[in-house]
């Protein structure tokens, strides 16, 4: 029989905080607050807050819709109305939802947009998104903030004087409008204050992977460790409690000599350290995490835990340069690097954990990571000699999750993985 | 001059001349010349020739290539574009290009600059972000900039300093080519039986593969032409395609579509010959800002730029009754996002517009398209068999 999970006290503080903001939003029409759509990479969360509106991220209903299993349903309006097979399931799913009465996570009705925020950073279907979003809120006011591509690996001046423009004169001067507040930079700047902090407990959380065995699962349990900085809490003093709450009891593990935590409990063998590229599916999540687990797999980093932020290359947000910070936030996102870029954080991850293999999950709607992963992954494998592993599944489309494929993939992997390990583990000194 | 026959052959041969001959054989008649490729939608042509290069469309390898090592670059779920450009590039077609222009239309082509970048293909590498935002001091400065980047590549090896007047004058080249493609297709849309689609897209297209002098010769020569022949009309309805901007349909396809009764009076195949709407100042002392006020304000619509200020599905519907359109074919290429993402709002305004459609995809690879004709064909029949009350095709 499986084992209930634990719940720490991090996740109390975490539940706490979601619930509360859904709270928030069933009751917009008595505190007049007013409501901002936007996305999860290059959100501006900080700015948001500083106008005392409430975030919505259309990305996060998509996903707790499909772990709720309510997003086949959600799809296939959405293709009732002309929407394409082949696009990006996120988007079918939030306009099938929205569709079908805007039903959020908590079983209430989600308020409409006062604002359609389009931060968008490293993928444009964002952008064709809230088109499509616009259209169906046209008394939404939409902000356009282009974040510049890094293609040559850099953040120039020109970049960051480019957004610090936007912000200055399209982005800040519609937020205070709708919101009836006026900019304080001050506010913003002490808000900023809480996300650098964040943003350090953070990289010390998924630095902790360095231990073996591993304290934590870096993608499955990672998910849940971002949760509060992508759905708006980034910069908020609850934030930074519940990393710190979280550090200290992955800590607690650590001295324990203890693995992650599973949904079936904790894990009692590491056999194998992997650094996953891509999105999880969501459709399947607990299966898909369980065929790991029950390998003795652990994942000590995942490049979909950067999408909202890249934070173990040491950038953070600065205080004191409050809307270059939020510039340099929004480039420095993992899909707003290029192929190079996400090589080396991926290869530095393989090092620095100590990983024995490199497996991507390609999704079949979601180009902006799946365009160049093949390219990677013979990269990474020509270069670091990993072995690497290759599965295909979709975000939110149960269509596109087939068990028993990626089960069989999986197993063949992790047989090569254990042959190649008893190989060098022969070919080791005896001490 | 070749009678216009000859001169329609010869852009056959051209513009699918995956050897890029005629390119490559202006680089080698002069020192210092520099080719760059360009993938689709949109470049600023003008730049490059000001500095001394000759930009060349990079528009895949259609169903002339066979594709083998592109594959494995790329999941099934993929478009073609991006695993025939690889293809070519690995089997050398693009030797003694200098460097390569990815401009920012999509996921796909944005991370191909990636793997140019990998592959260590050409000597520059150049994503080419276009401004999303609209405003002259804010998206027209940094477009600018990009636009700058790309002169100091080119110039860093051709040594030509890009003054106002060569810019302008090259401007003004590309002006021209502009004025004639559109006054061929003014012509086309009252009389389409004169040139078929087919020999505009050859006309065109092999524009993109020669000297902007060269070609505008060309046009001359086609616009003269088709004000000129008479030709046989047919009954066949008038349409307009959109969402063919980057991948393009096999010419067979292309051909099906008015085969099967369909004059095709507009269209965004290659749209980057015709992005820019009306002419460019050739007189500024500032160039660049004029190239870049260009593309904030006179851009045709399109799926790669953000259109909440001009919404696409009007101006798209503002064309169809400019050009005295029937309905509208949405051709999009498989697996292509902008293209398949746009295709709701459309169709959702077009049913409340009362503007006819038909939808259908595409790969570049497949040249069999017996069920898009017969689509095609019903399309036509329905259009001539149903004529609306004149006022339900009003476009607001
Ligand atoms: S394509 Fe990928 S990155 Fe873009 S919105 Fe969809 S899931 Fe997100
Ligand atoms: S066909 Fe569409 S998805 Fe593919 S590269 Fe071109 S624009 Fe991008």
């Not at chain 1, 999950?361 to 093949?374: R, Y």
């Amino acid at each position: 029989m499986a084992q209930e999970a634990q719940k720490e006290k991090s996740m109390v503080l975490q539940k706490e905080m979601v619930e509360g903001l859904f709270n928030e939003l069933t009751k917009v029409k008595e505190t007049g607050k007013k409501v901002c759509y936007t996305f999860v990479p290059g959100n501006l969360s900080e700015l948001i807050r500083t106008f005392d509106m409430l975030p919505v991220y259309p990305e996060i209903n998509a996903l707790q819709s499909a772990m709720r299993k309510l997003s086949g349903g959600y799809i296939k309006e959405a293709e009732k109305h002309a929407h394409s097979e082949d696009v990006c399931t996120y988007v079918k799913c939030d306009v099938g939802m929205m569709l079908k009465g805007n039903i959020g996570p908590t079983g209430q009705k989600l308020p409409d947009p006062d604002i359609l925020l389009l931060s968008y950073t490293g993928c444009f279907t964002f952008m064709k998104w809230f088109e499509t979003l616009k259209r169906e809120y046209p008394d939404a006011r939409v902000i356009m903030l282009h974040t510049p591509y890094q293609e040559n690996g850099k953040m120039t001046p020109e970049m960051i004087q480019y957004m610090v423009k936007q912000l200055q004169e399209e982005v800040i001067p519609v937020m205070e409008e709708v919101s009836g507040v006026k900019y304080d930079e001050t506010k913003l700047k002490s808000i900023l204050k809480h996300s650098k902090e964040a943003g350090d407990w953070i990289a010390r959380i998924f630095d902790t992977t360095k231990h073996k065995p591993s304290p934590i699962d870096a993608y499955f349990a990672g998910v849940y460790y971002i949760g509060p900085i992508n759905i708006g809490f980034r910069g908020t003093p609850e934030a930074v409690e519940y990393y710190k709450e979280l550090y200290n009891e992955i800590m607690d593990r650590v001295k324990k000599g203890l693995g992650p935590i599973t949904p079936e409990g904790e894990m009692k063998e590491e056999k194998y350290r992997l650094v996953v590229e891509g999105p999880p599916n969501w459709t399947n999540f607990r299966e898909f995490w369980k065929i790991f687990y029950d390998m003795g797999a652990v994942i000590v980093a995942s490049s979909y835990t950067k999408v909202g932020g890249v934070y173990d290359m040491g950038w953070r947000h600065d205080p004191e340069r409050p809307l270059e910070a939020l510039a340099e936030y929004c480039m420095n996102c993992y899909t707003n690097l290029n192929l190079p870029q996400r090589i080396e954080l991926l290869s530095k991850c393989i090092t620095d954990y100590k990983a024995d293999g490199y497996v991507t999950n390609s999704i079949k709607s979601c180009n902006s990571f799946s365009a160049g992963q093949l390219a990677m992954m013979r990269e990474i494998e020509d270069k670091l000699e990993v072995p690497v592993g290759f599965i295909e599944s979709d975000l939110v489309d149960p269509r596109y999750f087939s068990y028993s494929n990626i089960k069989n993939r999986l197993e063949s992997y992790f047989q090569m993985l254990s042959q190649r390990k008893l190989i060098g583990s022969e070919k080791e000194p005896a001490v | 001059m070749k009678n216009p026959a000859e001169i329609i052959a010869q852009c056959r041969i051209d513009s699918f001349d995956l050897s890029y001959t005629k390119a490559k054989a202006w680089k080698s008649a002069g020192k210092n010349r520099v080719l760059i490729g360009y993938m689709p939608i949109y470049f600023p042509r003008e730049i490059a020739h000001a500095a001394g290069a000759l930009p060349v469309a990079i528009f895949g390898g259609g169903d002339r290539k066979q594709i083998i090592k592109g594959d494995a670059f790329y999941q099934s779920y993929i478009c073609h574009i991006p695993r025939s450009i690889i293809e070519l590039a690995l089997d050398n077609h693009f030797e003694g290009f200098d460097g390569f222009i990815f401009p920012s239309i999509c996921d796909v082509i944005r991370n191909l600059s990636g793997i140019f970048r990998q592959q260590k293909i050409g000597s520059f590498i150049k994503y080419f972000d276009f401004p999303q935002n609209f405003s002259p001091s804010i998206g027209g400065t940094f477009y600018q900039q990009e636009m700058q980047h790309v002169i100091d590549y080119i110039t860093a090896i051709t040594g030509i300093e890009v003054t106002a007047e060569r810019l302008n004058h090259s401007i003004a080249l590309y002006n021209k080519n502009r004025q004639l493609i559109e006054g061929i297709y003014k012509v086309r849309q009252d009389y389409p039986w004169r040139l078929t689609m087919e020999e505009l897209y050859h006309v065109i297209r092999a524009g993109t593969v020669m000297p902007v002098e060269d070609h505008n010769e060309i046009l001359e020569e086609i616009y003269t032409y088709v004000q000129n022949t008479a030709g046989t009309p047919q009954d066949k309805v008038k349409v307009v395609i959109s969402g063919a901007f980057c991948e393009q349909p096999a010419v067979g396809l292309i051909k099906a579509i008015e085969e099967a009764g369909c004059y095709v009076v507009d269209d965004d195949y290659q749209l980057g010959s015709r992005m820019i709407t009306g002419d460019i100042d050739t007189t500024s002392d500032r160039p660049l800002e004029a190239l870049a006020n260009a593309f904030l304000k006179q851009s045709q619509y399109s799926s790669s730029i953000y259109d909440v200020h001009d919404p696409k599905e009007f101006r798209l519907a503002k064309i169809v009754k400019d050009r005295g359109a029937d309905g509208v074919i949405f051709a999009s290429a498989s697996f292509c996002d902008p293209s398949l993402l746009d295709a709701p709002i459309f169709q959702n305004a077009f049913n409340k517009m009362g503007i006819r459609y038909i939808a259908f995809q595409f790969s570049e690879n497949i040249n069999q398209y017996k069920v898009i004709k017969e689509q095609v064909g019903a399309f036509s029949d329905s259009i001539k068999l149903w004529e609306p009350e004149p006022d339900t095709l009003a476009v607001k």
